[in-house]
């Protein structure tokens, strides 16, 4: 069982940056998926990266790639979201999620079996 808390959420200018932090509890293993996701009001859960818990390459959204970066503290177990660039567009709640082996389909929520429950980023102009 793992459970996930996700924190550093809040309200940021458009421009702007912020680090999203994701603290990981429970046995994890090197083969665990570990995404980000976000959700919109009105709007379906949107993948915003992936990254094998043993490392490997990250996987981005394409809303997203080059201004966002994945990246994971396996000493403090704890995964990041760097974001940089924020448009309003990224206003959404953001979700850490995993599950215990990685997965081709890493960009569904359907793939990943555990969920935080989410903090907000607001993006104001």
């Known amino acids: 069982q793992v459970q996930l808390l996700e924190s550093g959420g809040g309200l940021v200018q458009t421009g702007g940056s912020l680090r999203l932090s994701c603290a990981i509890s429970?046995?994890?293993?090197?083969?665990?998926?570990m995404g980000w996701f976000r959700q919109a009001p009105g709007k379906e859960r949107e993948f915003v990266a992936a990254?094998?818990?043993?490392?490997?390459?990250?996987r981005l959204g394409d809303s997203v790639s080059g201004r966002f970066t994945i990246s994971r503290d396996n000493a403090k177990n704890t995964l990041y979201l760097q974001m940089n660039s924020l448009k309003s567009e990224d206003t959404a709640v953001y979700y850490c999620?995993?599950?215990?082996?990685?997965?081709?389909?890493?960009?569904?929520?359907?793939?990943?079996?555990?969920w935080g429950p989410g903090t907000q980023v607001t993006v104001s102009s």
């Open positions: 999620a995993a599950r215990a082996r990685w997965h081709v389909n890493y960009y569904l929520t359907s793939a990943y079996d555990y």
């Open positions: 990254v094998r818990w043993g490392g490997g390459r990250t």
């Open positions: 429970g046995r994890t293993s090197s083969d665990y998926a």
